[in-house]
């Protein structure tokens, strides 16, 4: 059977209990039982499915009275494919100095939580000093070490003029006594990396919420989903449940999809202290836009980082900013069952074995990608595409919404890419399609920003 009518998702992530793994609790599905203690609703669009089934296994042959043999049930399977627009850190005052990224309490936390590895990094953000550049952020005395900027970290700053926030990769902490920090595209030639303006002194630098995608397999914490088929009365509960996000663009919103495999599924009226629905909690903001997309490519993997953390400015590491016609990601997750005699359908559980985090863009093949591809050619031709077919790793940050507190970034480090030269409307593009690896620093094959 499959829920498609669905009016009412909550989600619950399954607390962990000190002496139990992850394994032995997937079927847990009580409030209780869920950190923090409850049930969050999850608004989703049309295109959520829950899929569950109980096979009945046919016995071939005959009785010895000469009847067919009843048939005996199956395992309990069950897939939810739960769709949801993207709101950055849903915070509608914003994510700067005064609003630290661990308060914001987005729906769809704990989905994308489970699905880059079990972790995240919350950045509180600082305002600035004056003497900052495009590329170089100044902060008083002590202040980068208070607030805990690291390579790899995404910072937002609006600019004045256009009142629309940019971001861009921290490769530098430097302690000189003005504390400051580098942003991509520091001192390349010819190149626009960085902000579009300098900051000036009392500007907010945002802070973010980061998920580092961690390709260890092992425990996460399983998920509980409790569905609801509209004015039919029946409720679900898909218990142990753990799966992979994807982004798209929906008409021009960005749209995430979990999908996921389940330990056990359960009729609510079947289920002992089952979670019941209370009045829907809206979020704050509305979704994020996919128009007008915000790209930044570096040449270099790892925006010029090298395998030591450091970071030298220079021609190579200049950083093109495109505009993206659309953009995807796949944090690809691969799911496997933990298979054991004793558990409920022959599984305990699940595991995250790796992610392949893939991506494919869109995007206007303008002066600024021109100058990077080609080397300095304006040539909109073969050559610029080859560069990229030619095994080249690159950095690469796509940016959707431009409103602090409602802004989602994406950001891989080291990427590879098939490139073809396309056309939109008369206008050359950027067809674009790989995957993300280990990077020369660090070990986040790539990042998940909400700011």
């Not at 029946?234 to 996000?245: K, N």
């Amino acid at each position: 059977m499959t829920l498609k009518r669905i009016n009412r998702v909550q989600i619950g992530k399954i607390n962990a209990v000190v002496g139990s793994t992850a394994w032995d609790l997937s079927e847990k599905y009580a409030a209780a039982d869920m950190v923090p203690p409850g049930f969050i609703d999850l608004e989703i669009t049309s295109a959520t499915t829950m899929e569950f089934t109980r096979e009945q296994i046919a016995i071939t042959g005959q009785r010895g009275d000469g009847e067919t043999p009843a048939g005996v049930s199956g395992n309990k399977d069950a897939s939810p494919s739960l769709a949801f627009y993207m709101r950055g850190l849903d915070l509608s005052g914003g994510a700067a100095n005064a609003v630290n990224a661990s308060a914001a309490a987005p729906q769809y936390d704990m989905l994308i939580e489970q699905a880059t590895g079990g972790t995240k990094r919350n950045i509180q953000g600082e305002d600035v000093i004056a003497g900052s550049t495009r590329w170089v952020l100044q902060f008083g005395v002590g202040r980068v070490g208070i607030v805990g900027y690291a390579i790899g970290d995404v910072v937002g700053w609006v600019n004045p003029t256009s009142g629309k926030m940019e971001t861009a990769p921290v490769v530098a902490i430097e302690a000189d006594g003005a504390d400051t920090i580098r942003l991509a595209g520091d001192s390349a030639v010819n190149m626009t990396g960085g902000f579009s303006d300098a900051p000036q002194n009392g500007d907010d630098i945002y802070g973010m919420r980061t998920y580092p995608i961690d390709q260890t397999a092992g425990e996460r914490a399983h998920i509980t989903v409790h569905g609801r088929l509209a004015d039919a009365g029946i409720d679900r509960l898909f218990q142990g449940c753990m799966g992979s996000v994807a982004f798209s663009d929906a008409d021009g919103l960005l749209l995430a999809t979990y999908s996921a495999q389940a330990q056990t599924w359960t009729a609510d009226q079947n289920a002992a202290g089952a979670p019941t629905f209370g009045t829907f909690t809206a979020p704050n903001l509305g979704p994020v836009s996919t128009r007008g997309a915000r790209v930044l490519i570096c040449a270099d993997d790892c925006w010029g980082v090298d395998g030591s953390g450091n970071f030298t400015p220079g021609a190579t590491t200049g950083v093109a900013v495109a505009t993206a016609i659309s953009a995807g990601f796949d944090t690809a997750t691969d799911v496997q069952p933990r298979t054991a005699a004793t558990g409920t359908n022959g599984r305990q559980g699940f595991v995250a074995v790796q992610n392949n985090c893939t991506t494919e863009m869109r995007l206007y093949h303008d002066g600024t990608t021109a100058e990077l591809l080609a080397s300095g050619s304006q040539t909109f031709g073969d050559g610029a595409a080859l560069s990229f077919q030619n095994n080249q790793v690159f950095a690469v940050l796509m940016q959707f919404g431009d409103t602090p507190g409602n802004t989602v970034v994406i950001e891989i480090p080291a990427a590879q890419c098939n490139t073809t030269i396309g056309e939109e409307g008369g206008l050359a593009t950027l067809e674009m399609s790989g995957r993300g690896y280990r990077p020369t620093h660090g070990t986040a094959t790539a990042r998940i920003h909400l700011l």
